[in-house]
């Protein structure tokens, strides 16, 4: 088969055809079909100043479906090597599960934010308070204004957005940027004061010291942990984790790899028997979800292959409807 044969989705594209409200319930009913097979691979290269770079290789397969793979490096270094260099790129291949042929080569770099955003609406879906009224984003990069639109997706009633980043600057930045969604959206300075406020906690850096303390979190609040995705990475404190209901997007990826998770687990603050279920097990309804208006739920999103290949299927089915989006 000639490369030239295989759809070629680019980024602009990606942006045209999905949208928030499609591609979470397309992850719902995703989650609910299940997935066959699923695997992570992760390279690890430090620099001189021992800051690491990444290359993830994210496999999954719905046998007789369909099947992909997504390539990945992470070089945050690549913010002090030039303006406007981001520091993710990635590749989506999506195959035919019941031929083996290659269907489609997907800008992944455009994909993934989606993905990822969607995957933490999901668990907000399920986990969230009914009817929250403020949202504090905590980090300013690419990931952020993907994170609150898709939580705006599935919990409308939020009014007040509060951003908190390490630069006051970024986070002026996105205020501005998010001028469309006619709320009351802020930068803050004060990060202890929004997560006391906040009903809602998303969070995307990319921190090995943790930012958010479980002390500070009021009964009731929903947090949202995105960013880390190495044992290191720690984006909230072991109290965080032993206050709440834990749940994960999926053991597959969470439990070993990534700190927030990990982290609690072997100092003993919480045990793997307190991580109360992941997405699968909430959209086919064997977990439930929040127990009561003041219960504190976790959702650690570590993203993983079944994610991609959900969302490139989706993707690819969009593409193929006439008229598809506007």
Known sequence: MSLKSIRHIEADEVDRLLDYPGLIDALDAGHRDGIDEAGRTLFEQPDAQGNASHFLIWPAWRRGEDLGIKVVTVFPGNRERGAGLASVHALYLLFDGRTGQPRALIDGTAMTPWKTAADSALGARYLAPERPATLLMVGAGVMAPHLIRAHLTVRPSIERIRIWNRSAAGAEALSAQLADLRRDVAATGD???????????????MTNEPLIEGAWLKPGTHLDLVGGFTPEMREADDAAAARADVYVDSRWFTV?????????????AISREDIRGDLFDLASGKTSGRRDADAITLFKNAGGAHLDLMTAAFLLERGARPNSRP
């Open 256 to 268: 070993a790899d990534c700190g927030d998770i990990a982290g609690p687990i072997a100092s003993g």
């Open 191 to 205: 990060l202890e004061g929004a997560v006391r406020q906040a009903d809602v906690i998303s969070c995307a850096t």
